[in-house]
Nanobody, 128 residues
Framework: VQLAESGGGLVQAGGSLRLSCAAS????????MGWFRQVPGKEREFLGA????????LYADSVKGRATISRDNAKNTVYLQMNSLKPEDTAVYYC??????????????????????WGQGTLVTVSS
């Protein structure tokens, strides 16, 4: 079971990126899928998630209005589109999967809630 993020890189402030999370060994439509990010030396931050049915998404306030999570079942891939990027968006971005949406939502605040699968992360650097 593996999640592989891609699409990170260097982008100027105000620009956009679409990150991909390709799953193998699991079906993205069978799990809730979430996106997180982490700045070195800081706690990992929950950004948002898409529910198992794919009919609904939720976002953290820090990215609401700038982030869109979507899913392509045929490609077994989840995406995070980030617009209007700011230097403070610079971080390693991770995707995660868990049968329970709640586990993803509280993963960074409840040490007893650990998503079943994490990706290895992809670095996004936003230059000013």
């Amino acid at each position: 079971v593996q999640l592989a993020e891609s699409g990170g890189g260097l982008v100027q402030a105000g620009g956009s990126l679409r990150l991909s999370c390709a799953a193998s060994g699991l079906t993205v439509s069978s799990d809730a899928m979430g996106w997180f990010r982490q700045v070195p030396g800081k706690e990992r931050e929950f950004l948002g998630a898409i529910i198992r049915s794919g009919s609904s998404t939720l976002y953290a306030d820090s990215v609401k209005g700038r982030a869109t999570i979507s899913r392509d079942n045929a490609k077994n891939t989840v995406y995070l589109q980030m617009n209007s990027l700011k230097p403070e968006d610079t971080a390693v971005y991770y995707c995660a999967a868990d049968p329970k949406l709640h586990t993803l939502v509280v993963a960074t605040t409840d040490r007893n809630s650990t998503p079943e699968v994490w990706g290895q992360g992809t670095l996004v650097t936003v230059s000013s």
